[in-house]
């Protein structure tokens, strides 16, 4: 850019201060706005349905809105008075500060916040957008003054020194105000302002006072040093649109109303406080500045002003009364950050009005402000922006379109609709000045809050300006202006860096008018589409040249190819995006024609076009190109897809034609005889040629030539159905003619050039061969088509006659061909509207010819031909009861069904299913559906139910399972009848074992169907001779039977092991275990008596699991036996195991001595749970052979024992020692937990933000807790985080619990009575808050309770242990540990003694090493 900016209509004046001796020092620029003239409002009116596209929600009013004072005098951290209704605008994170010493951002990134807080990183929008900003040095001033910022109109720059310098829009210095006298008593210029007509000058001082100038004479106006209170700095001074009227705010955080007055030549200021710093101190104003086509609006009388403070935001009207309009809390926020307002005029819904942007941190609001009716003011909110960077600064560049300042001194160019980011760019290298030393009132001493003195660390207000669509940046030498790039320089610009394919695509996002920050644009769409379609064709004529200039003269063809291939799309697009196909087909081309691969590139690029039929209307040249290039690289599936989506008229026809066949493009040969000269008929010719010979000679068609015929028939189809092939349609006019034409060629009675020995009608006889069905499938569809004129009866009728001629008087078509014909005829004759005539005796050849007896091939194949004609309605053509003789005796069982099914003879068709052995498993549901769907009469029902009642050994042999629920289901009442007629065992089994064995997955509701015991009893019976080793499992899921009976039956088949299950079933326990006994003893015996054996001895292998048996039995009922019970069990069973040890001598042991003494020593330790040790042993010794002293042979059994007892005594000697080392470790914990010190976060309260060490009251006490929040006692107190228990003071941490609560602090009471405090428990320094009166707090040590840390290490424990019975235990523990009454942790009195939780059965000890935790 050149030296100045562009000076369309922008005036401006711009105040500044700035160091004339010492560059290094610290800057502020201000703005103000000379004239207005917006022009982006007319623009902003066309895109009105664009602009705010989410849904509005109205603020709603108050009856009574708030008075100032009333806001004033209420302190900031109450719930405001009137709040926006949207809870997501409070909802911003709370962030730990981390430090806030900041240097310059310019030069370094200490305290950057941003980086702790990255969220998403947008795309790169360069590609997207282009360089949405010009920025440019402005040298004249900052020649001349070193640092300074200018504008057009007039430039004003304050110094340190107190010097206000005013320049022309030449960037010459016209007026120098003040004198460094006056500097040395002020200080430095701190805000600067001019009014809108640039007469007057406002300067606000570092130590406080105001000076006003007049710009045209240079003269001190006033001077005013009573405006506001001593010692504190002007932070801002603004004009409002009224030129008597000015808001100042200064370090103190209070804000001031100054009124301009002249009475009788003296000129004075009156002041009027409108926000005091002790309420909150705000550090931003903003007053509403109307443009001058808007004077006129009805919202500038209010002379709205917007103020922000460290808490909120409030939007006051200083006319035609004081009002306070609206006041909006921020919520939680990183203290550090800077409070950012910006009006700016918009258009919505086509009103016009101003809309309010206010940011702290890295969201942005938007708020809409309306006038109603009533004068009433509407505030609404907009759709918000989150941001992944923290703000310093907000600049409205037009409506549409934002710049933001980030922390670390980057601009973000943001689409406000969309919050699209447009651009990025580093201004670093600016320099940027700070007013730190202002909001810290260095001059004055530095008596600001330290709240305060924190923001400005990075404000940067009187730095920067914005007017008429350009920013300007007052640096430490310099000064900048930003400003948007019209969409010729934005193009240009990608031009020179030479990005082509990003240049086009931006130029067509401003032709389709999708672009963002538009400037340069006017007039009516086709208009504004014309100029950009113009660039743009030329930019691709520079494109083209390029593509050649660059292309890689030597090298592989690949490398050259691969360069065209990203080049020439391209221009391909564009061209034909912009419907200049006149360009595309005669400069472009043949520009890229000089090279030979860049067109066969460009040919290639039309096909994807040409395909989608978006391309129509090429060259009779580039066709003929685009053909030969695709045959020359081989590619004809290629070259066919073209052909048939191209107007050929204008080529060769004739060599198109022999190009197709001889590369067998049909399709492609076909389209071209249609389209180029609209002949139907030799295609079809040229095929037939092809597929006739070897379908007329019996032999097998090659895959092309079945490609062919179905090419043939969907071709013949096409054509008699008015259809152009492969795609479109016919011409109406053509589509009878084509018709009759086809129709004429299919019944020729012999082909052209034929043969003598041609067989009549060839056309037809061929596609019937080659596929019946298909080919049928045809005709059928045509003559549907067909109006019932005279000629199209007739041309049925003629083919019909000629089906019949060809198929019947032949004998080399198959049965299926055959009813296909038959099947295609009765389907043509069953119509409503048939003109049709077939002789019925063909009918009956045909029925002969398909249930002839004599050949048995294709069985299936004929019934199933058979069927389809019936089902078409060829059943009108015959006798049905010759048809039903017929179909028996070729055994046609489906058409037997269905010639029943029509006379309803339903009973029959079970038949029919037995008979097939296809289809005979079907047979149970079709007796099924007839029984149970409705619409079959009770005779027919009846008749079915009969003939399954007779045929019921038959499909029980077929299937069991399915008979029985068929049985079930339908023949419940008559189940001893059917039983009676299963004469076979075997398949009464097989059926009872189905119905009665839930095992075997059929859904059968034993209830309803009520079988008596006897039949379940001769179940039982059959079970025990077929499958004996299934009893036991089957009884145990039986119902129904009677157990005296049962073990009548078990006994007789001997199976003991049932007959003891039944016993002990019935509850004869001791029978039950006799058998056991008796079957024991037998085993015993045999293994006694066996000579020499193997040691793998299957018998021992029986005698365990008898033993394991009985063993269980006598577990099983011990529990419910008295001692003498037991012992008349366990004790036979014992002896008996003992006995083959007895009488084996000892000198030579029983071979299985060994496995028998570890069988007993199993019976011993089993008896041990149930009877007495001393029993036990006084029964062994009491034995007449251990009597005699022979104790060797029982040492062993004792020995046995004892180390049993032994083992259960270490067990418990281990787990006491475990448990009293986990309570004496988890009583350490807690004891840790309880003494350790806490470790705040942050050194400032977490409710009044202020730094605990600021206030001096002595009753003020520092609360800690254990979460790292901070507060003051009486803060905590103001927000009802205290509560009495016991007569002591309890805190709850407010920031947690308010995250975490309702907000009923009844709940929140009731918690505390049950004993659960908020997890953030607190530490109070310097002591507890006892109630002094309270005889209860002096009682404490009687009735001791545990304190909130302690509760808190015990819900620690909790967690740790994961269980509740450690807790439990320690919670027993802790009540016994004396004889005092301690009152456990719920608040209720302690249990009694009984329910300890040691004496619980269902107590046990979870023994696991304590958890390792880091300290």
């Known amino acids: 850019m050149e030296n100045e900016p562009d000076h369309e209509n922008v005036e401006q004046s711009l105040c500044a201060k700035m160091s004339e001796d010492e560059l290094n020092k610290s800057f502020n620029l201000e703005a103000s706005l000379s004239k207005f003239s917006y022009i982006d409002l007319d623009k902003e009116l066309e895109f009105k349905n664009d602009l705010i596209d989410d849904k509005e929600f109205d603020i709603p009013q108050v009856d009574t809105p708030p008075t100032l004072e009333s806001i004033l005098n209420e302190t900031d951290d109450e719930d405001e008075s009137f709040v926006l209704e949207d809870p997501t605008l409070l909802n911003i994170d709370t962030i730990d500060s981390h430090s806030y010493d900041t240097s310059s951002v310019a030069s370094s990134d200490s305290g950057d916040r941003t980086n702790l807080k990255r969220k998403k990183k947008l795309p790169d929008s360069f590609s997207l957008h282009g360089s949405v900003m010009r920025h440019s040095l402005l040298k004249g001033i900052s020649a001349q003054i070193v640092s300074a910022a200018a504008v057009s109109s007039l430039i004003a720059v304050g110094t340190s020194h107190g010097l206000a310098l005013i320049f022309d829009q030449n960037q010459a210095l016209r007026l120098c105000l003040g004198s460094t006298s006056v500097g040395g008593q002020y200080g430095a210029i701190s805000a600067l302002s001019i009014n809108n007509d640039c007469s007057r000058l406002l300067c606000g001082f570092a130590k406080g006072q105001i000076t006003m100038w007049d710009l045209a004479s240079g003269k001190l106006l006033r001077s005013i040093t009573d405006a506001h209170p001593p010692g504190t700095a002007i932070l801002h001074i603004k004009f409002t649109d009224d030129p008597t009227l000015a808001i100042c705010n200064d370090s103190g955080g209070s804000v001031f109303e100054l009124t301009f007055k002249r009475v009788m030549g003296v000129r004075t200021c009156e002041s009027r406080c409108l926000f005091s710093g002790s309420k909150g101190e705000v550090c931003c104003i903003e007053p509403l500045h109307s443009k001058p086509e808007l004077k006129d609006h009805p919202i500038t009388q209010f002379s709205l002003l917007a103020m922000a403070s460290l808490t909120k935001i409030l939007v006051i009207g200083l006319k035609p009364s004081l009002k ?84 670390v001194e980057k601009l973000h160019v943001i689409d406000r609709q969309t919050q699209e980011e447009l651009e990025t760019v580093e201004i670093s290298e600016v320099q940027l000045v700070y007013n730190s030393s202002h909001f810290k009132s260095l001059a004055t001493g530095g ?44 193009v240009d610009h990608l031009l020179k860096q030479d990005c082509l394919t990003e240049a086009l695509a931006l130029a067509w996002s401003f032709h389709e008018g999708k672009a963002k920050a538009v400037v340069g644009l006017s007039g009516d769409a086709s208009k504004r589409k014309a100029i950009v379609a113009d660039r743009m064709v030329e930019i691709l004529f520079h494109y083209a040249d390029r593509a050649l200039k660059k292309c890689p003269d030597q090298g592989k063809i690949q490398v050259m190819e691969q360069h065209f291939q990203d080049m020439v799309p391209v221009i391909v697009d564009y061209c034909l995006l912009l419907q200049r196909k006149d360009l595309l087909f005669s400069q472009m081309y043949d ?75 049909y399709d492609a040969m076909i389209y071209v005889y249609n389209r180029g000269m609209n002949e139907f008929i030799s295609p079809m010719e040229k095929l037939f040629r092809v597929i006739a010979p070897p379908l007329n000679a019996g032999r097998t068609l090659t895959d092309e030539q079945v490609v062919m015929g179905n090419k043939l028939l969907v071709y013949i189809s096409c054509c008699l159905a008015g259809r152009a092939y492969p795609l479109g349609d016919i011409p109406e006019d053509l589509v009878p003619l084509v018709k009759n034409q086809v129709f004429e060629f299919l019944i020729r009675l012999h082909s052209a050039e034929a043969s003598p020995e041609e067989e009549i009608y060839p056309y037809i006889r061929t596609l019937l061969h080659f596929d019946t069905r298909e080919f049928l499938n045809v005709l059928a569809l045509t003559f549907e088509d067909f109006k019932n004129d005279k000629q199209a009866v007739e041309y049925q009728q003629r083919i019909v006659d000629i089906l019949l001629k060809v198929m019947v008087e032949n004998s080399d078509f198959t049965p299926s061909q055959v009813g296909c014909l038959f099947t295609f005829l009765a389907r043509q004759l069953a119509k409503p509207d048939n003109t049709l005539f077939v002789n019925r005796t063909l009918f009956d050849q045909v029925l002969e010819f398909l249930c002839s007896p004599d050949d048995d091939s294709r069985h299936s194949e ?33 058409i037997c069904e269905f010639m029943y099914e029509r006379e309803h003879q339903y009973d029959k068709i079970i038949d029919c299913y037995l008979r097939d052995p296809l289809r005979e498993e079907e047979v149970f549901n079709y007796i099924h559906n007839i029984l149970s769907i409705p619409g079959h009469s009770a005779e027919e029902k009846q008749s079915v139910w009969q003939k399954a009642m007779d045929h019921i050994e038959e499909l029980v042999s077929l299937k069991p399972c399915k008979a029985a629920e068929l049985v079930a289901t339908h023949f419940s009442g008559h189940i001893e009848t059917v039983i009676k007629k299963l004469q076979n065992q075997v398949l009464l089994f097989k059926f009872l074992r189905s119905l009665l064995d839930p095992r075997e ?63 002990e079933k019935k509850g004869d326990i001791h029978g039950a275990f006799l058998i056991m006994l008796e079957r024991l003893q037998s085993k015993l015996r045999e293994i006694t008596h066996q000579g020499e054996n193997t040691k793998e001895d299957p018998s021992l292998k029986d005698v365990e699991d008898t033993m394991v048996e009985t063993i269980a039995l006598c577990q099983r009922n011990s529990h419910n036996l008295n001692q003498q019970q037991r012992e008349a069990l366990w004790f036979p069973l014992l002896e008996a195991m003992m006995a083959p040890q007895k009488l084996s001598s000892s000198a030579i042991p029983h071979l299985h001595s060994e496995a028998l003494k570890s069988l007993t020593m199993q019976v011993l330790n089993s008896m041990a749970a149930f009877i007495a040790l001393p029993s036990i042993l006084q029964r062994i010794l009491q034995d007449p052979v251990y009597g005699k002293g022979k104790l060797g042979e029982i040492q062993g059994l004792i020995l046995g024992m004892l180390d049993t007892f032994n083992y259960e005594q270490t067990l418990l000697e281990t787990t006491t020692s475990l448990l009293n080392q986990d309570l004496h470790w988890s009583l350490c914990n807690l004891r840790a937990s309880v003494t350790r010190g806490l470790n705040p976060k942050q050194d400032y309260c977490s409710i009044c933000l202020q730094q605990y060490k600021r206030r001096q009251e002595m009753a003020d006490e520092i609360i800690v807790f254990s979460c790292g929040h901070l507060y003051h006692s009486f803060c905590l107190q103001n927000k009802e985080c205290t509560m009495e228990i016991e007569g002591q003071t309890r805190w709850t941490c407010y920031k947690c619990s308010s995250s975490n609560k309702v907000g009923k602090l009844s709940e929140n009471s009731s918690e505390i009575k049950k004993g659960r405090v908020t997890p953030s428990q607190v530490k109070i320094s ?32 909790c967690r740790l242990y994961r269980g509740s019975s450690r807790l439990a235990l320690l919670t027993e523990l802790s009540q016994n540990r004396s004889s005092e009454s301690y009152r456990p942790f719920s608040g209720s009195q302690s249990a009694p003694a009984f329910n300890s939780i040691f004496q619980n059965e269902n107590f046990q000890l979870q023994l696991i090493p304590p958890p390792v935790t880091e300290d």
């Open 324 to 407: 306070v309009w609206m006041t909006f809390p921020y919520g939680r926020m990183d203290p550090s950050s800077v409070p950012l307002l910006a009006w700016h005029f918009v258009a919505v819904q086509n009103y016009v009005n101003p809309m309010l942007a206010f940011c702290r941190g890295d969201v942005v609001h938007f708020l809409l402000v309306k006038r109603d009716e009533s004068g009433a003011i509407h505030v609404t909110k907009q759709k918000h922006l989150h941001l992944y960077y923290d703000l310093i600064n907000f600049t409205w560049i037009n409506s549409r379109t934002v710049v933001l300042l980030d922390s």
């Open 447 to 490: 008596n600001v809050s330290q709240a305060l003195a924190l923001v400005g660390e990075k404000a940067c207000y009187q730095s920067i300006s914005s007017y008429g669509g350009q920013i300007f940046y007052l640096g430490t030498k310099s000064v900048y202006v930003m400003m948007l790039r019209s969409w010729r320089e934005r």
């Open 591 to 665: 520009k890229l024609s000089e090279n030979s691969v860049a067109k066969g590139v460009f040919l290639e690029c039309l096909e994807p076009y040409i395909l989608s039929d978006k391309l129509v209307g090429i060259t009779p040249q580039v066709m003929k190109d685009l053909i030969v290039h695709f045959q020359d690289k081989k590619l004809m599936e290629n070259v066919e897809a073209l052909i048939v989506h191209m107007d050929i008229t204008s080529l060769d026809i004739q060599q198109v034609v022999l190009m197709c066949w001889e590369n067998r493009l």
């Open 862 to 894: 004929r019934q199933q031909v058979l069927l389809e004609l019936l089902q078409a309605g060829g059943i009108v053509q015959f006798e049905e009861s010759r048809l039903i003789r017929m179909a028996e005796k070729a055994e046609f069982y489906q």
């Open 1001 to 1063: 997955g059929i859904h059968i509701n034993q209830e309803l169907l009520q079988i008596s015991p006897s039949i379940t009893e001769q179940f039982i019976e059959l079970l025990c001779q077929f499958n004996p080793t299934q009893v036991i499992e089957t009884l145990q899921v039986l119902e129904c039977y009677r157990l005296e009976e049962t073990i009548q039956i078990t006994q007789k088949y001997q199976l003991h092991e049932v007959t003891a299950y039944l016993l």
């Open 1326 to 1357: 310097p002591s507890y808050h006892q109630s002094k009166g309270d005889p209860t707090a002096k009682k404490g040590t009687s009735e001791p309770i545990l304190d909130p840390q302690q509760i808190q290490a015990f819900d620690q424990l």
